[in-house]
Structure formats: C-alpha cells, structure tokens
T-cell receptor, first 114, second 115 residues
Framework: AQKVTQAQTEISVVEKEDVTLDCVYE???????LFWYKQPPSGELVFLIR??????QNEISGRYSWNFQKSTSSFNFTITASQVVDSAVYFC???????????FGTGTRLQVFP | GAVVSQHPSWVICKSGTSVKIECRSL??????MFWYRQFPKQSLMLMAT?????????EQGVEKDKFLINHASLTLSTLTVTSAHPEDSSFYIC???????????FGPGTRLTVT
C-alpha cells in the first residue's frame, strides 16, 4: 500500500526564519514520483516540484530546496528566509510510475508571521 | 502553461438536489482527469479517474451511483453529485495530466455546500 505521512500538522515561524517541512512515504514500487504542492487560502493547488525515484539529487529553486533520501523514504522541503506569502498548507504526494493518481499526505499548515 | 478550469467555483444547494461540476482543460486534450475531494482542514482524497469515452474508475468506498462522472470530450469531465446531503459538502478538485509530459494541472476547485 502507498502512504504519505506529514507528521507536522502546523508550523509557525517568524519572517526570515528557515523552515523544513517533513515528508515520509511508503511504497512497494521501485519506480515512483514524489511531489510537493502549495495550497494557499484560495484553495487552488500550486505545483512546486516533482521528483522521480531514480533521481536523488537535491534540488534548489530560489528560496525552496528539497532533500530526497531514499534510504529513509523521506522527501523534505525547506524554505529559506521565509516570507508572509509562504503561509499556506503544503502537501507532499506520491504516485506510481504507471499512473498519474496522487496519494496525498495530510498536509502541513505553515504560518509565517511578520 | 496549461490551465484547468472548474465551474462553478462555489455552489449552495438544498438537500436532495443534484449538482453538476465541470472540469475543463483549456489548452490541451485530457484523455484522463481525476476528481478529488477535500474536507475542511483535511487532505485531498482521490474519488475517481475519469476516462474519455469510457466508464470512470472509482476508488474504494466511493459510491458510483452517487457521484456520476461523464467524460464526453477530450476537454471536459463532469462530476454530478446526486441527491446531495449535508455530508457531501466539501471542496471538489479536478486534475488533468498533460499527455506526453510530466505535468499535471489542478483546477481551482469547487466548494459545495449542501443545506
């Protein structure tokens, strides 16, 4: 069975702090994809990243970075120098290589205070 | 980039009535679309896979007779909530993978409130 766990339900930080959102996944598949999405208060999901299981290179995009560790089945997301606009719910998700169906984690609500 | 739209963005209906939600891919053809449901402060749960020209595939526990899905064209899938009850009140989101690419786009969601 596939499962995504985001143990942090809510995180509060002050602007300019760095924050890491944890994601741990379970799958029996050898080939799979991992995703992060941002859901601001408007509700619309914003795609942040997709990573396939063969690519363990860490990724950096501006203030965002992702750490994929297959050995611990984790795909953590770090926001550097957080801003108020980063306040949202962040979802980690998993899909099988052969399907585009996404299994979502329970989400982490991030609040960044000025 | 590719865009997926949903209509309506919100709807309020009375218990016992049916509501139709549309999901459109605006600049690409989507042979497959997905329907998710999100209860307040909860995660997104996949309800069904909508397949153009064939029957939808429902996830375990989702009543196919209650949530009717029709994917009549390559750019439109509809979800009809039949005989809606207050417990069907939720945020319904569709998504569509872009064929031949790694990308999948989500619609903006439809907030359904059943009174």
């Amino acid at each position: 069975a596939q499962k995504v766990t985001q143990a942090q339900t809510e995180i509060s930080v002050v602007e300019k702090e760095d924050v890491t959102l944890d994601c741990v996944y379970e799958t029996r598949d050898t080939t799979y994809y991992l995703f992060w999405y941002k859901q601001p208060p408007s509700g619309e999901l914003v795609f942040l990243i997709r990573r396939n299981s063969f690519d363990e290179q860490n990724e950096i995009s501006g203030r965002y970075s992702w750490n994929f560790q297959k050995s611990t089945s984790s795909f953590n997301f770090t926001i550097t120098a957080s801003q108020v606009v980063d306040s949202a719910v962040y979802f980690c998700a998993l899909s099988n290589y052969n399907t585009d169906k996404l299994i979502f984690g329970t989400g982490t609500r991030l609040q960044v205070f000025p | 980039g590719a865009v997926v739209s949903q209509h309506p963005s919100w709807v309020i209906c009375k218990s016992g009535t049916s509501v139709k939600i549309e999901c459109r891919s605006l600049d690409f053809q989507a042979t497959t679309m997905f329907w998710y449901r999100q209860f307040p402060k909860q995660s997104l749960m996949l309800m069904a896979t909508s397949n153009e020209g064939s029957k939808a595939t429902y996830e375990q526990g989702v009543e196919k007779d209650k949530f009717l899905i029709n994917h009549a064209s390559l750019t439109l899938s509809t979800l009809t909530v039949t005989s809606a009850h207050p417990e069907d009140s939720s945020f319904y989101i569709c998504s569509a993978p872009v064929p031949g690419s790694d990308e999948q786009y989500f619609g903006p969601g439809t907030r359904l409130t059943v009174t």
